[in-house]
């Protein structure tokens, strides 16, 4: 095994993750094109779901985000009917943040930065769709991006604080 690919094991699957840097690939495919497990030739496969993320062997992210917007688009329909229901825009808007903007923001620290443009009009128009159904402004898909990038940042830094203050104290 080359030492930029790992298999990480499961307890109902197998997967080979490798680092390809300045696009060469070619340690990675040689790894994967001839795998067996089991005496079993494993198949490539053009997508995969892992950890809820629709991963393309291109590195796209149009399956995925198409994969999400559909979905949150369905959670709509229950909106509207809330809304026909007379409910209160703050009982909509816990609905719209426990049902659409958790699947919308599922992973996105790691897919929505490398989105096409079309891919993030059709995430926003779920978002825009939900403001006029609630009545109240929502923040924008890339709002929710650029916050949960500055929350894991925040909290890289803080545990690297938490190291050098531990290393410092020894």
Same mark, same amino acid.
Request: hydrophobic share 35%.
């Given at each position: 095994?080359?030492?930029? !690919?790992?298999?990480? =094991?499961?307890?109902?699957?197998?997967?080979?993750? /490798?680092?390809?840097?300045? !696009?060469?690939?070619? *340690?990675?495919?040689?790894?994967?094109?001839?795998?067996?497990?089991? /005496?079993? #030739?494993?198949? &490539?496969?053009?997508?995969? =779901?892992?950890? /809820?993320?629709?991963?393309?062997?291109?590195?796209?992210?149009?399956? !995925?985000?198409?994969?999400?917007?559909?979905?949150?688009?369905?959670?709509? @329909?229950?909106?509207?009917?809330?809304?026909?229901?007379?409910?209160?825009? $703050? &009982?909509?808007?816990?609905?719209?943040? /426990?049902?659409? =903007?958790?699947?919308?923001?599922?992973?996105? #620290?790691?897919?929505? +930065?490398?989105?096409?443009?079309?891919?993030?009009?059709?995430?926003?128009?779920?978002?825009?769709?939900?403001?006029?159904?609630? +009545? &109240?402004?929502? $923040?924008?898909? #890339?709002?929710? @991006?650029?916050?949960?990038?500055?929350?894991? *940042? !925040?909290?890289?830094? +803080?545990?690297?604080?938490?190291?050098?203050? =531990?290393?410092?104290?020894?």
């Amino acid at each position: 095994m080359h030492s930029s !690919n790992h298999i990480i =094991k499961f307890a109902d699957d197998t997967t080979v993750v /490798g680092l390809i840097s300045k !696009n060469d690939e070619s *340690a990675y495919r040689e790894e994967v094109s001839f795998l067996h497990i089991d /005496g079993s #030739t494993v198949e &490539i496969v053009k997508s995969t =779901k892992f950890l /809820g993320v629709h991963l393309a062997e291109d590195l796209t992210w149009s399956l !995925n985000t198409s994969t999400l917007t559909k979905k949150a688009q369905q959670r709509l @329909y229950f909106l509207r009917r809330l809304k026909r229901a007379h409910l209160p825009p $703050p &009982i909509l808007t816990t609905f719209y943040r /426990g049902t659409i =903007k958790s699947i919308l923001s599922s992973c996105i #620290t790691a897919w929505f +930065g490398k989105c096409t443009v079309s891919d993030r009009k059709s995430l926003q128009r779920v978002v825009r769709t939900a403001e006029k159904i609630i +009545g &109240i402004s929502r $923040p924008t898909i #890339t709002d929710i @991006y650029t916050t949960r990038c500055i929350r894991k *940042a !925040n909290s890289i830094v +803080g545990l690297c604080q938490i190291v050098v203050t =531990k290393l410092l104290s020894e």
